[in-house]
């Protein structure tokens, strides 16, 4: 049985599609990050692993998790600014991404 439309609050299934937009939108600029950037970059910002359980995890050390992180999210930051995706322009973290 399916439920009228007319009784669901309004607004319900716009957020739900801006989510859905707003993960796919991440979701393909971290594909674009090289593969230990987009490790990093995940791992410690929505995992939420610290820089040396990530760098435990990928056998790099830890100064090599902060370069790769720095440079991971300042490409992302670029990938997200440049798109005309929900996020264009704005300056998030993964985690705050995924959160919306």
Excluded: C, N, Y
């Amino acid at each position: 049985m399916l439920t009228d439309p007319g009784q669901f609050p309004e607004g319900v299934a716009d957020h739900d599609a801006d989510r859905h937009v707003t993960r796919d939108h991440l979701t393909r600029a971290l594909l674009a990050l090289p593969p230990r950037r987009r490790r990093v970059v995940v791992l410690r910002h929505v995992v939420g692993l610290s820089e040396r359980e990530v760098a435990e995890d990928l056998g790099i050390s830890v100064g090599a998790v902060k370069s790769a992180g720095s440079r991971g999210l300042a490409q992302l930051r670029g990938l997200l600014a440049a798109d005309d995706g929900p996020q264009a322009g704005r300056h998030t973290t993964p985690r705050e991404a995924t959160r919306r």
